[in-house]
T-cell receptor, first 114, second 109 residues
């Protein structure tokens, strides 16, 4: 199984809603990543979990809250988002997070904030 | 910290060649190449780790210069399936993985 699965594929939420994005992999990878991608732009790194510990937080607003319940799962909790947060949210995983192994990406969640 | 790619966009006819460059102001820990089609996830192409390294498969290859500050992706005899946005990427200090600015490549019949 070389897949990273993200759910849901599409999400529409209001600015007062609370929602969560889910990411799952069963490749035994110990590094997992959240990226945000706006149209026609490169993915921007948000968070990195390494061995289930948050190792990188790229100054992301607190309305985004990551969680890594176990080595296979990664969640992104969303609360009080703004319309400018509308984007494609990509999850990725890699073997150890050393920078020398490839990243496997999920197909993403297309988020619209109204 | 983000590597800069050039050109920003390129249009090719089937069968033509292209070169995409990725440059950094400081030495890169490693350089990865990914291709992303519209509405899809990035797909891994290759990784280069050592200065002076060259690597390739089929008609897509890449090089990493000796100082590890520049990488180039070579696409030869382009096919329609090569269309997409190409990103270089690097882990400057391991798990901080950043993508380059991107190059949109369109192959037309």
């Amino acid at each position: 199984d070389t897949e990273v699965t993200q759910t849901p594929k599409h999400l529409v939420m209001g600015m007062t809603n609370k929602k969560s994005l889910k990411c799952e992999q069963h490749m035994g990878h110990r590094a997992m990543y959240w990226y945000k991608q706006k149209a026609k732009k490169p993915p921007e790194l948000m968070f990195v979990y390494s061995y289930e510990k948050l190792s990188i937080n790229e100054s992301v607003p607190s309305r985004f809250s990551p969680e890594c319940p176990n080595s296979s799962l990664l969640n992104l909790h969303l609360h009080a988002l703004q319309p400018e947060d509308s984007a494609l949210y990509l999850c990725a995983s890699s073997q150890d997070g050393t920078g020398i192994e490839k990243l496997f990406f999920g197909s993403g969640t297309q988020l619209s904030v109204l | 910290q983000q590597p800069v790619q050039s050109p920003q966009a390129v249009i090719l006819r089937e069968g033509e060649d292209a070169v995409i460059n990725c440059s950094s102001s400081k030495a890169l820990y490693s350089v990865h190449w990914y291709r992303q089609k519209h509405g899809e996830a990035p797909v891994f192409l290759m990784i280069l780790l050592k200065g002076g390294e060259q690597k390739g498969h089929d008609k897509i290859s890449a090089s990493f210069n000796e100082k590890k500050q520049q990488s180039s992706l070579y696409l030869t005899a382009s096919q329609l399936s090569y269309s997409g946005t190409y990103f270089c990427g690097t882990g400057y200090t391991g798990n901080q993985f950043y993508f380059g600015t991107g190059t949109s490549l369109t192959v037309i019949p």
